[in-house]
């Protein structure tokens, strides 16, 4: 069994949205369909019920090429981001580094791993939504911010169009880029219901397991923004 970037992404509230509106459903799945992920060659999609995996169907040979495969899957899950804008849909999704198959049978398809369970449990932990990764794959991203969530897990910024905001400095959050960029100042002001770590200039620790407040709030208020600023 190969190793595997996996992006797993669930539909949030997928059950009520069936349970009462089929073509509401039906719309769903058609934005699903016409994800960019179905255009690429590297890369494979399973599609069930509320759950959309997907994953790198080559091998990196490189760092350069773990490092595409990352970029990738983060810009897939933005894509759905932009997509499901004005739909009241959101998701939570997990990005993790693990070992995966996935095989078509005579009849069926096959996918386990210990990737897919991992990432399964971890999603159904999180009280936020919008995209997590963990720190194997973070470790590799070149082009998304991202905030620490959790002991090996991040959160990541799926709007690059945040950066271009700004705000006073006594609410900046301390945002980063991977390349060592700053993100400019907290968006936290800018949109509703965003909390800064920060009060009053003083900044305020945030014990292992405790994501800031701003993390918890902030992808909830994104797709408003996510056709651009």
Not at 46 to 58: E, K
Request: aromatic content about 12%.
């Amino acid at each position: 069994m190969n190793a595997k970037y996996l992006l797993y992404i669930d539909i949030l509230g997928f059950a009520a949205i069936a349970g009462s509106d089929s073509e509401r459903v039906m719309r769903l799945y058609s934005i699903i369909d016409s994800l960019n992920v179905h255009r690429h060659d590297g890369f494979r999609t399973i599609v069930f019920s509320d759950t959309i995996l997907v994953y790198n169907d080559f091998t990196p040979r490189d760092e350069h090429e773990h490092e595409y495969a990352v970029m990738f899957q983060c810009e897939f899950a933005q894509d759905l981001l932009v997509r499901l804008v004005g739909q009241d849909v959101y998701f939570r999704a997990l990005l993790d580094y693990g070992e995966f198959s996935h095989d078509r049978l005579t009849n069926i398809e096959s996918f386990f791993g210990p990737a897919l369970v991992r990432s399964y449990q971890r999603e159904k932990q999180l009280q936020a939504v919008g995209l997590f990764a963990t720190a194997a794959c973070v470790a590799r991203n070149r082009v998304f911010p991202t905030e620490r969530f959790q002991e090996d897990l991040y959160f990541v910024f799926l709007n690059q169009s945040l950066e271009r905001l700004q705000v006073p400095v006594a609410v900046r959050p301390n945002l980063r880029w991977q390349h060592g960029r700053l993100l400019p100042h907290s968006v936290g002001p800018v949109l509703s219901g965003l909390r800064s770590p920060t009060h009053a200039g003083t900044s305020r620790a945030t014990s292992p397991g405790e994501a800031p407040g701003y993390i918890r709030s902030v992808s909830a208020t994104l797709s408003p923004l996510a056709g651009g600023v």
